[in-house]
């Protein structure tokens, strides 16, 4: 009963911090491999509660995702980034900007309403949003997940797989979806250099997407060793403490100048 309660509790939280716009979007910078330069980020929704204290994603995003309130999240996650670089895509037409989506947003289709309402006549390009779904997501719902993603790739934005290699998804089934990038979760990245039996799952995964036509974008790079293995190995785009932790608006605004123009120069 009082994992009932404080759920419930959390779940009030959750409902008021929305309406009082407690919420902030920190940026995970993505970098090519290929010339060193900053891409894009991928948005990442923060919980700020009164009192400057931090609520965990894993905690807040799968009671947000139970109860209804991620569709409402991911409105306010939109808007937020339009507000925040829409000058910089505008910009810079090769930047990206990446959005995850759950398995909700297949079951209400809504996605596409709210993606066209809020960046249809903003200036940023439907092909500088990459979308980003989970393998638990074409697995809970597969004939409505591609339908959605069929539409979004239509209008061709970016369909990326995260956390590829921890579900089951087997390769035929993942070939019968619109995806563009495969993501490469960070517990194989962790691997690299090491003896551990996850090792070689890594070659393998960035081999099968390579026989796809996918790019590939490895997650959690944390060391100079892994970055010079996943150069070596053809991997297309990296992201991790290495570069940069997700950081506000601001700073990422300056990582991205300050990143690009070391690369340029």
Request: net charge negative; proline share 4%.
């Amino acid at each position: 009963i009082s994992i009932f309660i404080k759920r419930l509790s959390l779940q009030g939280e959750l409902e008021r911090s929305l309406q009082k716009d407690e919420f902030e979007i920190n940026y995970l910078p993505i970098i090519s491999l290929k010339d060193g330069y900053c891409v894009g980020a991928e948005a990442l929704i923060s919980w700020r509660q009164p009192g400057g204290k931090r609520v965990r994603p894993d905690l807040f995003i799968p009671l947000a995702e139970d109860t209804g309130l991620i569709e409402p999240m991911t409105v306010w996650l939109m808007k937020k980034l339009h507000s925040e670089i829409a000058d910089l895509l505008q910009h810079d037409r090769s930047l990206h900007i990446a959005i995850n989506l759950s398995p909700s947003h297949f079951e209400s289709g809504r996605i596409l309403q709210t993606s066209s309402a809020i960046f249809g006549n903003s200036g940023i390009l439907p092909e500088q949003i990459i979308y980003e779904i989970t393998e638990r997501s074409l697995i809970d719902d597969g004939e409505k997940a591609r339908a959605v993603m069929e539409s979004l790739s239509n209008r061709q934005s970016g369909i990326a797989l995260d956390d590829f290699g921890t579900g089951y998804s087997s390769l035929s089934y993942i070939e019968s979806f619109p995806v563009d990038y495969l993501k490469i979760d960070k517990c194989f990245i962790k691997a690299i250099g090491s003896d551990a039996p996850t090792t070689g799952l890594v070659d393998a995964i960035i081999d099968m997407a390579k026989r796809l036509g996918l790019q590939t974008i490895a997650e959690g790079v944390e060391t100079r060793e892994q970055e010079t293995y996943l150069l070596r190995q053809g991997v297309d785009f990296v992201q991790g403490w290495y570069y940069s932790k997700a950081v506000p608006v601001g700073q990422f605004r300056k990582f991205l100048a300050r990143h690009n123009q070391s690369e340029g120069s």
